[in-house]
């Protein structure tokens, strides 16, 4: 094993950049090449075809038959010029990937065995069955009755991946109900749209949409795919469960904004061609903050939209990464001690009439209804805190969230000073026409004023969760290997639901002859108070902030199982029930599937570790003791036994220090897989993942901690693993 390990270091370190050919066109001539697009459906279908599919879409409908038959005519022509010969439905199962089941597009013209054609109906565009019983559902359909239906969500273009035509799809059960991220987020981006024009329309009566737009961050990091084969814990759980810190790593922070390695520039030039060929603007490239790790973003978009392309550029990443020699890592924390992978997901929301609801505004209504906006979302957090923590907790993420650079497992939002400084003044503030607050340039409220905001204040404080960012907000706590849609389905229904409240509040006042300026004033300077305890502008790493966020009645919960709690409390079920986006019965055998995941996930680490150590680790150990012994013995045979206790000590030393090691290891193997078998016998999903994260998940830190200090001590040449410096800085 340990000859491997060699063997792939040095081959690592001979690789060569791979050439990238560029097209040999502008990006804008390629870019959307794959994708069925405006300009596709353009030059594909007949007007009359375009112009009602886009109606159907604006509406957020499904199509009919006759529509449906023109459009995958039109479709197919496009995908057999590009040289496809299969089409799938493009799927978000809730398991964090997405799954495609691909049929090829031919058909017998008559008989069995008669000539072959191309077909492709509007009836497979539309709607497909997959044989979908292994798919996770949470009891809503029993394996026995494995129908489930995929139905094409036209706001989605269609793309073709290599051979394959997909068309991204909704995932439901026989019976109706979400199986996957993607029928939820489009019910949530409905209620947000309801519910956030009727807020506008106080203030702009031309409102007739308002879109939610997502621009992910996705952080990731790219290993040597030789050292990779040699770890069965990267290979297995995409994490290493073992591995001592490098003498160096992120200390010197040199690795941030560096310049980006040559196998890796290769590597996001092919990533860039690819992600344009699809129609994914990205916009940034550059290291990030440890060795080995990297991030892109795209230039934001629609939200349902962007998440499909988060899926697709994972789904790129991963293959191209292939091609250069590496293998990627989505993982939330690949390697203890240094950063691990987020994904930011920066959210707002704005109306068909090109306003941005979270950009301070140039008008007085403008800044009113940015206010509105902003005061509303914090009370949503304020309340749900604990929701939104859920919607973006799981296995991975957990190793993350309080560690290294990542924001705390506790949801509180970050304003900014200037921010602050407002709302704190409108707190103040006897009546709206009150309002004074000194800046350089004053804008008036049309009920006071406030200073004009810069909109470049983005906060460096990378410690919380939510902050305000100077026209978004940037939800921090995102896995990188997270569905963003399971985020974004949580965070536009809160809001959504929060600012159906704020309408009927207003509304009330209004009725009781208040002036609308003053009506929402009132109503704003009543939530900035009660939504205080939300607002953290210190350092989230701190020991203070946990205590303090208690005593705020802010979600501590650590704990991934019963952090999913959260999701079927009454509240949440009257919430998710009241915006229309998920029933009780989904809610909960969402749930079901998120213990069930988290069970899995830890079992078969639990799983790795305990083959890792004792058919890897263990011999090695044993094997470099004997040498030891085997000196000390030699010692005894030379010198007298005086000379030979002095000279042979050091080596006594390391033979007891790796025999306690050894033997403290065995028994945390064989505790651990004991408490993994009694768990294995618990019935219910909850109570199984409560047992592994209380019972089983202990041992791994307890043995990774002996592990790492026998690899401090045991002779380099026999140890088995590619180390940390390995893995870390080879490229
Ligand atoms: P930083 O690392 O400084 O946070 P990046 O430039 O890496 O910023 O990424 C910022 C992301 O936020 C990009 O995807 C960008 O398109 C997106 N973004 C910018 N403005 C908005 C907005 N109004 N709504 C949603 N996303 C936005
Ligand atoms: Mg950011």
Redesign the pocket.
């Known amino acids: 094993m340990s000859k491997l390990r060699f063997k792939a270091v040095e081959e690592a370190y001979k690789k060569k950049a791979v050439t990238v050919a560029a097209p040999s066109a502008l990006t804008s001539d390629y870019y959307g090449k794959y994708v069925f697009n405006k300009a596709q459906m353009t030059k594909y279908l007949p007007k009359a075809t375009v112009k009602s599919l886009e109606a159907v879409i604006a509406r957020g409908e499904t199509l009919d038959l006759e529509l449906a038959n023109q459009v995958a005519a039109g479709m197919k022509t496009w995908a057999l010029e590009l040289g496809a010969t299969h089409y799938t439905h493009w799927f978000q199962p809730l398991t964090d990937t997405t799954a495609e089941k691909h049929d090829s597009f031919i058909e017998y013209t008559g008989e069995p065995g008669s000539p072959i054609i191309e077909e492709f109906s509007g009836k497979l565009l539309v709607q497909a069955e997959p044989d979908a019983s292994s798919f996770p559902s949470g009891g809503i359909r029993s394996t026995f009755e494995a129908r489930g239906y995929t139905a094409w969500d036209p706001s989605s273009p269609a793309f073709i991946m290599d051979d394959t035509l997909c068309i991204p799809t909704i995932f439901i059960s026989y019976t109706g109900e979400a199986l996957d991220y993607k029928a939820p987020l489009l019910k949530a981006l409905k209620a947000i749209d309801k519910a956030a024009v009727d807020v506008c329309r106080y203030f702009d009566k031309s409102v007739k949409k308002v879109y939610s ?5 996705q952080e990731y990091f790219l290993i040597d795919d030789g050292l990779y084969a040699t770890r069965p814990d990267l290979m297995l759980t995409g994490r290493t469960l073992l591995g001592h810190d490098s003498a160096k790593d992120q200390q010197l922070e040199d690795h941030y904004f560096g310049s980006i390695p040559t196998r890796v520039q290769a590597y996001m030039k092919d990533i860039e061609f690819e992600a344009y060929k699809f129609g994914i603007p990205l ?2 490239r550059h290291n990030e903050v440890a060795p080995n790790q990297f ?1 892109l ?4 978009g629609e939200t349902n939209l962007s998440v499909d392309q988060n899926l697709l550029i994972m789904s790129i990443l991963k293959k191209v990464a292939r091609r250069h020699g590496f293998r990627l890592l989505l993982h939330e924390k690949p390697f203890a001690g240094i950063n691990g992978s987020g994904k ?1 997901n ?3 929301l ?1 109306t068909d009439t090109g306003v ?1 609801l ?2 301070p505004g140039k008008t007085p209504e403008a800044n009113l209804q940015f206010i509105t906006f902003v005061v509303n979302t914090l009370v949503a957090i304020w309340k749900n805190n604990a929701l939104l923590k859920a919607s973006i907790m799981t296995a991975q993420n957990a190793h993350r969230l309080g560690a290294n650079e990542a924001p705390p497992a506790i949801v509180s939002v970050f304003l900014g000073e200037q921010l602050t400084e407002v709302l704190d003044t409108i707190e103040k503030s006897e009546r709206a026409s009150a309002i004074r607050i000194d800046g350089k340039k004053r804008l008036s409220l049309g009920i006071g004023s406030i200073p004009e905001m810069q909109l470049d204040n ?1 906060d460096r404080n990378r410690t919380s969760p939510f902050a305000f ?1 100077g ?2 907000f ?1 939800f921090r706590a995102v896995g990188s290997s997270a569905n963003c849609g399971s985020g974004m389905i949580t965070l536009n229904t809160i809001v959504a639901a929060q600012l159906k409240k704020f309408k009927e509040a207003v509304d009330e006042k209004i009725r009781r002859g208040i002036k609308k300026e003053e009506a929402i004033f009132e109503v704003l300077k009543e939530y900035i108070k009660v939504s205080k305890n939300i607002r953290f502008e210190g350092n989230g790493y701190s020991e203070e902030w946990k205590k303090d966020a208690a005593e705020r009645n802010l979600d501590c919960e650590t704990s991934v199982p019963l952090i999913i709690d959260a999701n079927t409390t009454p509240d949440s079920i009257a919430l998710f029930e009241g915006t229309g986006v998920l029933t009780a019965k989904e809610l909960k055998s969402r749930n079901e599937v998120k213990w069930e995941i988290y069970t899995k996930k830890i079992q078969i680490e639990a799983r790795v570790l305990g083959d890792l150590v004792l058919n890897h680790i263990i011999p090695v150990a044993t094997k470099y003791q004997s040498s030891l012994l085997d000196n000390v013995y030699k010692l005894t045979q030379v010198y007298s036994k005086e000379k030979a206790d002095e000279l042979g000590a050091l080596d006594k030393g390391i033979i007891e220090e790796i025999a306690k090691r050894i033997s403290v290891i065995k028994n945390s193997v064989e505790s651990m897989v004991s408490a993994r078998k009694k768990a294995n016998r618990i019935d219910s999903e909850r109570g199984k993942a409560i047992e592994y994260h209380d019972k089983v998940l202990p041992f791994f830190d307890e043995i990774r901690y002996q592990v790492d200090k026998l690899e401090l001590i045991v002779d380099d040449e026999l140890w088995p693993l590619p180390k940390y410096r390995e893995l870390l800085f080879i490229r």
Do not use: D, Q, V
């Open positions: 737009y997502l621009g992910w961050e916009k940034t991030e973003a795209p230039i934001f930011h920066n959210w707002s704005g941005g979270f950009t983005t960012t026209n978004r940037e």
